[in-house]
């Protein structure tokens, strides 16, 4: 610590209040001129802003007949139970609920910002007083005891203006960030759109029945037959437009069963009843060890691997293009929509020449590995922003900002 910083307790710098909430069952203590604040009209923990716009407002009634009390402007709300650790200054008077404990900083002692910094730096040794009961709250008398250390009120606004000026680089390389995965959510989708364009100009429409060799509904059995037995897809096996092996089931057959709804590596399939948005999306099964079955929701495709690959038909079939006709064939009722295998076989796509397929598999086979690739890295540079507001307060607080 600085030699000019000293060792304070929050009740020496602010005055330290609670928050109450009228009673519901008047209506005339709601809907007037103060501000009434609970944490659901803050940002995010970590987001440190002024006071917002919030959801609700309370008449002098209502704070005379409640434990709420104004809470003037240039104060730090700080909550302090369920999510503990929002934080807002205010621009204005105000009121709170009772999941708050607010600090009307002392002007000679401390700046508002520099306090409700100090109280995120701090975040982790404050839920510490809540001991650890099931419903978390920091007990306000523990609260005015806990012990900071603040340099002179000049030094803190120097403090604040760095901090400041930091977290504006962080919020810029997150709005970058937040740009670059959304340009990588949609970038697998942008290439099925661009590649049915390309195709749709060059090549003639075909019935997908055309180069199909089978078409089959999946299994149906009561609850009972699963969790054990053989392996079982189900639509959760579509992530996107991929297959997903992490949430296989398992499901009892018989030998008849098993040979008619078999599986194999290399079927395409499709969900044949699901929401609106995800009906119709399918996906080329890869990757199984043992002979697996596929549930009622589902139908299997088995292709004409001398007429098409069937990852660039899977490609096709998840353009939006295709989608789109698909869906507007689809039967619509609430919450579900459903295709038939008659609609889907007879769905038209623009299919290029085997040697065609070929080349363009070997152009785009690693587009799917590389959108995975930057999702992952927008993740971590995700996480790595998060550790720059901590390392800034750090610093800050250690004055070496």
């Known amino acids: 610590m600085p030699s000019n910083w000293t060792v304070v307790k929050l009740a020496d710098i602010a005055m330290i209040q609670g928050g109450g ?7 005339a203590y709601f809907g007037g001129e103060l501000p009434w604040v609970t944490p659901t009209d803050l940002e995010p923990i970590g987001n440190i802003t002024l006071l917002d716009a919030v959801a609700e407002t309370i008449t002098i009634r209502g704070l005379q007949n409640s434990s709420a009390k104004v809470i003037p402007a240039g104060s730090v709300l700080f909550s302090s ?3 503990i650790g929002k934080i807002a200054v205010t621009d204005r008077d105000c009121a709170t609920n009772q999941g708050f404990i607010n600090l009307t900083p002392k002007a000679d002692r401390v700046c508002p910002w520099f306090l409700a910094y100090l109280l995120a730096h ?6 510490q007083l809540a001991g650890k009961t099931t419903f978390l709250e920091i007990p306000r008398g523990k609260f005015k005891d806990f012990e900071i250390a603040i340099p002179p009120v000049s ?10 000026e930091c977290l504006e680089k962080v919020e810029e390389i997150e709005g970058l960030a937040k740009i670059l995965r959304h340009e990588s959510n949609h970038l697998p989708q942008a ?11 060059s090549y003639p429409m075909i019935k997908l029945g055309s180069i199909v060799t089978s078409a089959k509904n999946g299994l149906y059995k009561p609850r ?25 089931e398992r499901l009892q057959v018989t030998s008849k069963e098993a040979e008619d709804y078999s599986i194999l590596n290399g079927d395409i399939i499709i969900s044949r009843v699901n929401s609106r948005e ?21 139908i299997r495709l088995r292709i004409n691997a001398k007429l098409v690959r069937q990852d660039v038909l899977a490609w096709l079939m998840n353009s939006p293009q295709f989608l789109h006709d698909l869906r507007m064939r689809a039967k619509h009722a609430i919450g579900q929509s459903s295709i038939n295998q008659q609609d889907l076989l007879e769905s038209l796509l623009p299919l290029p020449p085997l040697t065609e397929q070929e080349k363009t598999a070997e152009k785009f086979s690693g587009l799917g590995g590389g959108a995975a690739m930057l999702k992952e890295e927008c993740a971590t540079q995700s996480q790595a922003t998060e550790g720059l507001r901590e390392a800034i307060l750090r ?6 900002l």
Request: aromatic fraction near 10%; hydrophobic fraction near 45%.
């Open 191 to 201: 290439f099925r759109f661009d590649l049915w364009e390309e195709c749709v100009t």
């Open 81 to 83: 139970r369920a999510s």
């Open 122 to 127: 701090h975040r982790t040794d404050l839920i």
């Open 21 to 27: 909430t009228p009673s519901r069952t008047e209506p």
């Open 224 to 248: 009972e037959y699963h969790g054990s037995g053989t392996l079982l897809l189900r639509m959760f096996n579509i992530n996107g437009a991929d297959f997903d092996d992490a949430r296989l």
């Open 395 to 400: 610093k800050a607080f250690a004055g070496e």
């Open 155 to 164: 030094e803190q606004y120097r403090i604040v203006s760095r901090i400041k």
């Open 278 to 298: 995800l009906v119709g999306k399918s996906a080329v099964v890869a990757g199984l060890m043992e002979s697996a079955v596929f549930e009622a929701m589902l």
